[in-house]
């Protein structure tokens, strides 16, 4: 799968995603583009969308996007707190469907 990380995602978490070609927000050179514009780009490029920005489904109708968003939950966007989820993470992957949220963590 071709997976975009968001912004507020540390970058070193893409070296875990074993198996599918990571890219990040700030290398496509997307760095502050607001969410709805940000996605619009993104499923032009990308299957999965991953971030830990709880209110993206709140701001967006993710439902015209054609591209999965998965959202990380742990205590901080910390790279130590939010591997722990990665096994969870590559599952849902390979099954996040396009237009739709889905939770990886509490």
Sequence with gaps: MKVLLDECVDRRLARDLVGHS??????????GIKNGALLALAEKEFEVFITVDRKISDEQDLRKFK???????ATTNR???I???VPELLKTIERATAGALTTVGK
């Design 79 to 81: 790279l130590q707190d």
């Design 22 to 31: 990571v890219s990040t927000v700030p290398k496509m050179g997307w760095a």
């Design 83 to 85: 591997r722990p989820l």
């Design 67 to 73: 591209i999965s968003v998965i959202l990380l939950r």
